[in-house]
């Protein structure tokens, strides 16, 4: 107890300012060890070999978003919302399109590896 009396409010307050970097420090130190884990599974599960489902995912749900803005489309009132929805629906359709042309060469190339 007379340790405690014998330090003065500034040393404690370095003291608990030290003490809070250090925590501070401590749970970055840990989050960045596990973002880095994070991005190395993401990593993984994107050079998976079954990575070609992916861009079949990708494309259904592109389509998916492509009929709820061909629903916008139809509910327009006017002609600069008629215009919105359809340059949305044709860059969905782009997206599509991509992800498919890269879903057919990825079975391309497996097909020609057997």
Do not use: W
Request: hydrophobic share 50%.
């Amino acid at each position: 107890m007379d340790l405690l009396n014998r330090i003065t409010i500034k040393d404690r307050m370095a003291l608990s300012f030290a003490l809070l970097l250090f925590f501070f420090i401590a749970f970055m130190v840990f989050a960045i060890i596990k973002m880095n884990d994070l991005g190395e599974l993401t990593s993984t599960l994107y050079e998976h070999p079954l990575k070609v489902s992916n861009a079949a995912l990708k494309a259904k749900a592109g389509v998916i978003r492509m009929h709820r803005s061909m629903k916008d489309l139809s509910m327009s009132d006017t002609e600069m919302e008629i215009h919105q929805a359809i340059q949305t629906v044709q860059s969905e359709e782009k997206v599509v399109y991509q992800n498919l042309d890269a879903f057919v060469k990825s079975q391309n190339i497996q097909k020609s590896s057997l």
